[in-house]
């Protein structure tokens, strides 16, 4: 059914659809209203069967959906920016003892300084931890992720993030298709776990390993998210033949079959990519985007043969791996072992910063004429920067540099590279 509704509604209706047993809920913004519209379902008894746990912390959320995934049940959470970090340690539990958890990440930055708004800094803390980690490029695809996410995290027995892009998409209305209950029944069969407490036949979860198991243990991790890279493309497959329409997979490839410059991105960003495309193409520029739907697992083999004969690649990063530059550009060039290609990092949209078509037609061009740095940042402040370390070389108490540099941007405007 056709709705014209927002992106954190459409999520909610989605997942009620996947008729979660346990809903563990903490609030942190972007993602609030998801759990907020689960919480309604619940209480009005359209979503029956289900125990909606408000809980006192994001550890706390993970932790229940630990015991409950555990104890058989089809558990779910969601999450973003600070209180990924505070539930890490049960993150990493949750994928070390493959246990079929879905959770949303309504990506948002990190601090410090504070800020609430856009990018995926958040994920990429948590890339290592044995999850699977999928990305939603606009809001029909995140109501149609979490279909796919509850049936891939079950039968591989592995827990699945599915990422969207803090109020760029959370908060957004858009015109979202919503499946059927009976869609959905079709596609998702009810949870039957591999591994579950049970007092008549007793087993130990989460026990102690020593050096003797351990790497094989952490191995089997690895070999779930290989299954994963054949099994994600499959799904997408089943999913558009049951719903109609083609959603999913390891990535999405637009105007790149004859391209010599590729640009790929993770999330929303992509449809701002396309329109840079679309305007560079009626120039006679052969230029394409290759949307990454996976990042955990790196589809290292979608994409070396979708990157073609590029003779340049640009990753658009809205993460930055300070010291090195960007997180997907790194994993990138693991998919391009026998070419010389070149590939640009620009780390851009920090804390929720506009990227706009004109800041990234510009990059584009300059990519073009050789000019661009290997590791750049779009419409970086440079001259603050350069003041704030200025001040910091001829004195030693500065003060926090966050606030220096907001009052260097009111009494003064700086130039932008």
Not at 46 to 71: D, P
Not at 187 to 201: A, I, M, N, S, W
Request: aromatic share 6%.
């Amino acid at each position: 059914m056709l709705k014209q509704c927002e992106g954190s509604q459409a999520v909610a209706e989605a997942i009620g659809l996947c008729r979660p047993q346990v809903i563990c809920a903490y609030p942190i913004t972007p993602q609030t209203h998801i759990v907020e519209g689960l919480g309604s379902l619940v209480k009005s008894g359209k979503l029956a069967n289900c125990e909606y746990i408000n809980v006192e912390s994001e550890f706390a959320a993970m932790s229940v959906a630990i015991g409950a995934s555990a104890a058989g049940a089809r558990a779910y959470t969601a999450t973003a920016s600070q209180g990924i970090l505070y539930m890490a340690e049960a993150v990493y539990n949750a994928g070390g003892l493959g246990l079929p958890i879905v959770m949303t990440v309504g990506n948002r930055s990190i601090g410090a300084p504070i800020n609430i708004w856009n990018d995926h800094t958040d994920s990429m803390a948590l890339r290592d931890a044995g999850w699977i980690q999928l990305f939603a490029e606009d809001n029909q695809e995140a109501v149609d992720l979490h279909i796919q996410a509850f049936k891939l995290a079950e039968e591989l027995s592995v827990p699945v993030m599915v990422c969207m892009d803090g109020f760029i998409l959370t908060h957004a209305y858009d015109r979202v298709d919503i499946p059927t209950q009976e869609q959905v029944d079709a596609f998702l069969p009810p949870y039957e776990p591999r591994q579950v407490v049970d007092p008549d036949d007793p087993v130990t979860i989460g026990a102690m390993v020593g050096p003797e198991a351990f790497m094989e243990v952490r191995y089997l991790a690895h070999a779930k998210q290989l299954q994963a890279l054949e099994r994600i493309p499959e799904l997408a497959v089943e999913f558009k033949q049951k719903f109609g329409r083609d959603s999913g997979g390891l990535i999405r490839e637009y105007r790149a079959d004859d391209a010599e410059t590729i640009v790929v991105g993770l999330g929303s960003v992509n449809g701002t990519i396309k329109d840079v495309v679309d305007d560079m193409r009626k120039d006679g520029v052969k230029i394409g985007n290759v949307s990454i739907g996976s990042f955990r697992p790196f589809p290292t083999a979608a994409l070396n043969k979708a990157l073609g004969k590029a003779k340049r690649i640009i990753t658009i990063e809205k993460s930055l791996s300070v010291g090195i530059g960007g997180n997907v550009s790194h994993n990138l060039r693991m998919a391009l072992p026998d070419r010389n290609t070149t590939v640009y990092t620009v780390i851009a949209g920090l804390g929720g910063r506009p990227i706009t078509r004109a800041s990234l037609k510009k990059v584009f061009k300059s990519a073009l004429d050789g000019a661009l740095e290997p590791v750049s940042f779009l419409d970086l402040n440079l001259g603050v920067v350069e003041r704030q370390l200025e001040r910091e070389r001829l004195a030693r108490r500065t003060g926090p540099a966050a606030e220096a540099i907001l009052r260097d941007l009111s009494a003064a405007p700086a130039t932008a590279h």
